[in-house]
């Protein structure tokens, strides 16, 4: 099993760009989730999905978008690139035993 | 909406144990309580999780009193390679989750 993987793992984008980061996990669980990590800082939750067919907010879901494309993918869309989206983004999926969370190796994105 | 406060940085040395608190004074009857490990360019790696008294596991307890509005992980005889940064999660309203800032443990020889 590949657990969580997440493309690319960098990427620059201009300010003004758009582009859509990809998460996939193999391990059949339910809830997925967005994260970003600011340098030297802990992790914010942007948006999440408890199930197939729904999304809701996090703490800063402002400049995103997501969206569950199935039990398998949960896609993050940057739609018009800020510096301050700057960070390392993880996505995580949630094990069905215990308030597990399995998290990618993180996507480090730079704005200029 | 429970919010997570946790002390930035702590030192120990190897053989110590180590605890580490995080307050969640907001926390709601039905929110969990779980802790993570991270190290350099890596994600989160779960440890510990609980809703109220003591769990234990091959790794590490975690205490958490009667009001729960904290939570104290505990590693016992640490090794440099427990250097890391350790989070708390809380679980808010199901599935919502609010991560601590983090606190950074250097473990010395």
């Known amino acids: 099993n590949a657990g969580v993987t997440q493309t690319p793992k960098f990427q620059v984008l201009k300010t003004g760009q758009s582009m859509t980061l990809q998460c996939a996990q193999d391990m059949n669980h339910n809830s997925m989730y967005w994260y970003r990590q600011d340098p030297g800082m802990g992790l914010r939750l942007i948006y999440y999905?408890?199930?197939?067919?729904?999304?809701d907010k996090g703490e800063v879901p402002n400049g995103y978008n997501v969206s569950r494309l199935n039990k398998r993918e949960f896609s993050l869309r940057l739609e018009s690139a800020a510096p301050s989206q700057t960070s390392v983004y993880f996505c995580?999926?949630?094990?069905?035993?215990?308030?597990?969370?399995?998290f990618g190796p993180g996507t480090r994105l730079t704005v200029t | 909406l429970a919010k997570t406060t946790q002390p930035i940085s702590m030192d120990s040395y190897e053989g110590q144990e180590v605890n580490i608190t995080c307050s969640h004074n907001?926390?709601?009857?039905?929110?969990?309580i779980t802790w993570y490990q991270q190290f350099p360019s890596q994600g989160p790696r779960f440890i510990i999780q609980?809703?109220?008294t003591k769990v234990t596991n091959e790794v590490a307890s975690l205490f958490i009193p009667a009001d729960r509005k904290s939570s104290t992980l505990s590693l016992p005889r640490v090794s440099l390679s427990d250097t890391a940064v350790y989070y708390c999660l809380v679980y808010t309203g199901g599935f919502k989750t609010i991560f601590g800032a983090g606190t950074r443990l250097f473990v010395k020889a």
């Open positions: 907001n926390i709601a009857t039905n929110d969990y």
């Open positions: 995580a999926s949630l094990g069905r035993l215990y308030y597990e969370q399995y």
């Open positions: 609980g809703y109220k």
């Open positions: 999905s408890a199930s197939e067919g729904t999304t």
